[in-house]
């Protein structure tokens, strides 16, 4: 069965190839009518040019085509096809006049046109490219790793928001204080004394408020001033542009975002939409939807929008091929809740506004489900059941030979693929690139079996910090913020975090880099991975809180493991690795956090000195420092030789020349990431321990420096000195302190170093002072007398 659309077709017509319908709902209405459907395969074809839609194409499980016979939206042969959510303008643009900037200097270039009556515009698209919203700071393309491609501290300042008109309706983005993601508002007026009101700043799961400096604005009429901007005066259906210096306005293509979902699924567990392919057709102009971002999910970093241009809920066998989503305001892909073999094959997804592909499942499926990162579970009064308790979430899906890059255009807590509440996802054969948060995120526990596989993961982390290329979190029913009352409930049930992480994740087989974070970073509580065969050219392996997570036969280079806040009895396995740096650890117990075996490495090092770091843990005992014998560093090729040292270990080679994107044509524009310069140093900075110990009321000292910013979960900007080895008789626990505690203030004085610290407490009086610390990522507050 074969029905035609074309953009100059009628819905009268009989949606043959002569006389096509006009409209992808006619087509499906004509299917859904159609009771030969289960009997025979039917495809769509579409025809060459933009089929706009007037409402989201939406399907149930009337739709569905069978095994035998799916029902299949193409385009047609090589025809250049494009599904669009927006709607196309003809404006009659002058020259504008008149305008001041605040200085009252000439505001010259602008153009204006007259918009349909009661227009919204929330995106402006010119030849097909995405415009920017008149904003402050201007927008530098150059600045591709600074927030927001520029910020500014006075962002909507008294002096600044004086010469702002009517402001409602503009937005303010700015990063979470720690850079841990972003913050939206949206600006609803200003009071007499010129101070903004605004509401929002609910798109981010870790609540701390906004940062100070990296702030900006945006959709401020007075803030036009530069080439690629626009203003939408929705009262007086005027809008503003400046064009830039190549682009004849008058001529150009001008569209507008209309719909935030193209093409919506909704079935459900009993009764799905089945056996439906989309291919070889490009996805345009979906609507911003980071103010809609609002929903925590369990105890991660993350609010999400459940949308996207593709929403599938309630499906089977639903494929989405060689397709190219393009320049989207939101989510490309969500697949939500209960889904079932879901295919992303061959597509190109790139400059999304949040995330690329988003695979969550639905809390209900959860026990003993928690959302905020302060929330705890009493461990010893918890469903002890395994697994999920319903059927509402995404499984056995796969994202498969895929160029996904430009992620998080608009919003700052987004993934190339982003996992939550899932099971049995593979990401397989994947690039994934130029990220302003992480490449692929795993956002809990439940309840994995994921498989990620000869991927390319790099330029992630870009605008944000304290992340990875691959980067997971573990909060799972069994985590508690406080680790002693972790290791307390697991002691008693050993089972207890694998209750939610009951099948085990593995990453094989794949190229990571990331400047500004860890190269795969297991965060809190991230239990039961495999992770092998993996080239790492950025920060390295962290693998911070969890239970039996094994790591064998990967190469970091310049870099090493970084073992963060070990558990007793994790059960941990480091062994057979290539790195190059002695471990990085922080705040490890000496005693009771080793894991089960750390041995039996390989360090490409001169200086023997580099695997003793952690010799009283018993680790790398057996380890053995040499040269490798990589074959061609140079140009990324990072196999050992036929006579390596390191085959002693039984170090396996994996090929170097195959990761990432497969596609010939999608590999023929993918990029891949900068190579290293290989060093090996004989003189290792990293391995010198300060001889010198200083203590107060009986507890060494620390500074916090490089990974330990993360482990005690405070910013770089205040910095603090952690309290550690505590004596026995230790006057700082006898006044409340306990080892591990990061003071950050003395009587409102903050102490970034220890000369600071002591400075602080020179200054102290004979009265009651206030010691502000952080004990399990939590501010707290002692006062003493001192």
């Not at 050992?640 to 497969?662: D, Q, W």
């Not at 620390?702 to 008789?729: C, I, M, R, T």
Request: with cysteine; hydrophobic share 30%.
């Amino acid at each position: 069965m074969e029905l035609f659309v074309a953009i100059n077709g009628s819905d009268e017509n009989p949606g043959t190839k002569d006389k096509p319908f006009k409209t992808l709902t006619q087509a499906r209405n004509a299917i859904r009518k159609n009771h030969e459907i289960k009997r025979e395969t039917c495809f769509i074809f579409m025809r060459e040019g933009t089929h706009y839609l007037e409402e989201s194409l939406a399907f149930n499980s009337e739709d569905s085509g069978t095994k035998e016979c799916p029902v299949e939206y193409s385009a047609y042969e090589n025809e250049k096809v494009i599904i669009s959510g927006g709607q196309k303008l003809s404006l009659d643009w002058e020259k504008c006049v008149g305008l001041s900037n605040k200085e009252g200097r000439q505001r010259k270039g602008i153009c204006v046109a007259k918009t349909p009556s009661g227009m919204s515009i929330d995106q402006l698209f010119i030849n097909g490219e995405c415009q920017r919203m008149a904003r402050y700071p201007n927008f530098n393309a150059e600045l591709k790793t600074s927030a927001y491609q520029g910020f500014s501290a006075d962002a909507f300042s008294e002096e600044r928001v004086a010469n702002w008109e009517s402001p409602e309706g503009g937005y303010i983005h700015a990063m979470h204080k720690h850079c841990w993601g972003g913050y939206h508002y949206r600006i609803t007026g200003k009071n007499n004394n010129q101070e903004i009101e605004y509401e929002g700043g609910w798109q981010n799961n870790r609540q701390m408020g906004m940062h100070n400096d990296f702030r900006m604005v945006e959709n401020i009429f007075e803030e036009l001033d530069a080439p690629g901007e626009w203003f939408h005066d929705k009262h007086k259906s005027l809008l503003y542009y400046i064009p830039e210096a190549d682009c004849d306005i008058n001529s150009a293509t001008v569209e507008v975002v209309c719909l935030k979902h193209l093409i919506e699924f909704s079935g459900s567990s009993t009764d799905a939409v089945r056996h439906i392919s989309f291919n070889k057709i490009k996805f345009c102009h979906a609507a911003r939807t980071f103010m809609e971002t609002k929903e925590p999910l369990l105890r991660s970093d993350w609010a999400i929008y459940r949308g996207g241009a593709v929403v599938l809920t309630g499906t089977k066998n639903i494929k989405i091929l060689n397709c190219e989503f393009d320049q989207l305001g939101g989510n490309a892909i969500f697949i939500n809740g209960y889904n079932r073999n879901t295919v992303v094959k061959g597509c190109y997804i790139h400059d999304c506004g949040a995330s690329g592909v988003c695979f969550v499942g639905d809390p209900s499926a959860v026990r003993n489900p928690l959302f905020e990162y302060k929330e705890t579970n009493d461990l010893f009064d918890i469903d002890l059941e395994k697994g999920p308790q319903n059927e509402r979430y995404p499984a056995d899906c796969i994202v498969e030979d895929c160029l996904i890059c430009g992620i998080g255009r608009v919003e700052r807590q987004p993934a190339g693929v982003q996992i939550s509440m899932s099971q049995r996802i593979t990401i397989k054969d994947t690039s994934v690139y130029d990220c302003a948060r992480s490449g692929i995120n795993i956002g809990d526990g439940c309840w994995g079996g994921h498989l990620i596989k000869g991927c390319d993961v790099f330029d992630t982390v870009l605008e944000t910090d304290d992340h990875g290329s691959f980067n997971s979190w573990g909060r799972d029913r069994y985590w508690h913020s406080d680790q002693k009352e972790t290791e307390k409930a697991v002691a008693a049930n050993p089972e207890l975090p694998f209750l939610d992480a009951m099948e085990t994740t593995e990453i094989c087989f794949s190229r990571w880099r990331c400047d500004h974070g860890w190269d795969i970073d297991l965060d809190d509580g991230s239990t039961n991975y495999k992770i092998h065969h993996n080239l790492m050219l950025g920060r390295g392996l962290k693998l911070r809180e969890g239970y039996r997570r094994e790591a064998w036969n990967n190469i970091t280079i310049n870099s090493t493991l970084h073992p963060h806040v070990w558990y007793e009895n994790s059960g941990d396995v480091v062994t057979s690795n290539i790195f190059m740096k002695p471990p990085r650890g922080a705040r490890t117990p000496v005693a009771s956090a080793r894991g089960k075996k750390v041995d039996e490495n390989f360090y490409a090092s001169f200086d023997d000195s580099v695997k003793n770091k952690y010799r009283e843990f018993g680790w790398d005992l057996n380890s053995e420092i040499g040269d490798p014998q990589f074959k061609n560093p140079k140009s990324g090729d990072y196999r050992i030789s036929e006579s390596s040292p390191a085959l002693k270990f039984k170090f396996e080679n994996f090929a170097m020349e195959t990761f990432g994107v497969k596609n010939a044509t999608l590999r023929s524009i993918a990029k891949t990431p900068v190579i290293p310069e290989f060093v090996m140093d004989k003189n290792d900075p990293t391995k010198r321990e300060t001889s010198v110990q200083n203590k107060w009321m009986g507890a060494v000292l620390h500074p916090l420096e490089g990974e330990e910013y993360s482990a005690y979960g405070v910013s770089k900007n205040d910095g603090g000195v952690a309290l550690l080895n505590f004596d026995k008789e230790s006057k700082a626990k006898e006044h409340g302190f306990q080892e591990g505690d990061c003071v950050q203030k003395i009587n409102g004085e903050f102490v970034s170093d220890v000369l600071a610290f002591y400075k602080a407490m020179n200054a102290l009086s004979n009265d009651l002072n206030k010691i502000v610390y952080v004990r399990n990522q939590k501010v707290c507050e002692i006062e003493l007398f001192y």
